[in-house]
């Protein structure tokens, strides 16, 4: 179907600029006024997690692939159905299965999928525990092959594909132990160094060097930014999750850190929190977040043991 009578179509399904999918995942034709960015947003089911395409003038090169295989098919189905064109790149951020879980479902369409040599590394042990942790739940719906992208190289690169040219950097730990942000023209793709709307994803406890890799990504002035989860935004959105993680280090740092916290504890820097940033989607991920971060600093203090 030629573009424009795809585009056509699904505003007349919609009225709008953005499709909602029975299932629950979304699509997004325009991004931060930008018709050569697009979103797909899963399910609830797959966490809300936001994938993006960029276009152009001969393909597409798709950011991250999605946690289910399922919602990998219909992410690069709808990219190509509204663009008319054939995606040939997808860019792996980090190593969560959010991003990587779908590279099996878009390598057998003959797209190139690629991330960092670090980012890489991490993969298969990810992969292993996340298993443990999902399959169960998910099952068929889940890989049992490692998804292992491709390595670009291990550090900071252009990479190029359908006309376009990005630029993918090489940066250390924050929400995950290794990252890539893709930057194009003005946009900024962070993964779940940014989250909008939603609690961070605060699992390995390295909020001190998370907040780096944001003052790192303000260093590059976009003007647009797109994160893991939430809407697209400004420039503002880096200095949002800055201030998010400042609080959170705040609020676990009252508590006076030493030895194990206990459910108390916890409880009150949660609801403390929660009272601050009230109607920020997955909460739930404080409770695995805010023991990492207690740990940081009772070890920072050297009474962790204690």
Partial sequence: MPRLASILLLALVAGCASVQRPAGAQVTLTSAGDPRVGTYVSSPWGFSTSSYWIEGPEGLILIDTQFLPSEAEEFVSWAEQVTGKKALLAIVLHPNPDKFNGTHVLRKRGIRVVTSEQVRAL??????????????????????????????????????????????HVMGPGCSEAHVVVEYDGHLFPGDLVANNAHSWLEIGKTDEWLQRIDELKALKPKWVHPGRGPSGSAGLLDAEHAYLERVIAEVAAEKPRGAPTEAALERIRSRILAAYPGLRFDVFLGIGLPAEWERQARASGAAGR
């Fill in 123 to 168: 993969i298969p042990h990810v992969h292993e525990i996340r298993t443990a942790s999902f399959y169960e739940r998910y099952k068929p719906d889940y890989p049992t092959e490692v998804p292992l992208p491709d390595s670009f190289g291990p550090a900071t690169t252009e990479l190029s594909a359908g006309g376009v040219t990005v630029k993918a």
